[in-house]
């Protein structure tokens, strides 16, 4: 699915099921809630934190789902194209780093 889809699908879903958006500030403090959720799993199952009962039946693919969609919502409200940001931090990223991390002894 190309990111521009993905935009237009999450906008009809949200004018459907979800009435409307919620405020940028509300989904500001919702996107920091699913990337928490993200990084509990991080700490505990990839990380140095034991992982509780509870925890182990947490899916990482639906939590980094949830993410994005909050993302998406974020972009379509403000009215940015995703695809055309990304494209756009690749090529400054490229730029900027084309030879930083192949001269880095710390990644060899």
Known sequence: M??????????????????RYFNELTNTAILMEE??????????????QSEKDSDKCKNLADELA???????????QTN???????KANLDKKTQRD???HTNNPKLT
Do not use: S
């Open 98 to 100: 084309q030879n930083r």
């Open 35 to 48: 990337v928490g959720e993200v990084a509990r799993i991080m700490a505990r199952r990839f990380g140095e």
């Open 2 to 19: 190309e990111i521009k889809t993905a935009q237009t699908i999450v906008d009809e879903w949200i004018k459907q099921y979800g009435v």
């Open 66 to 76: 949830d993410v994005l969609f909050v993302l998406i919502c974020i972009a379509n």
């Open 80 to 86: 940015i194209d995703l695809e055309t940001a990304l």
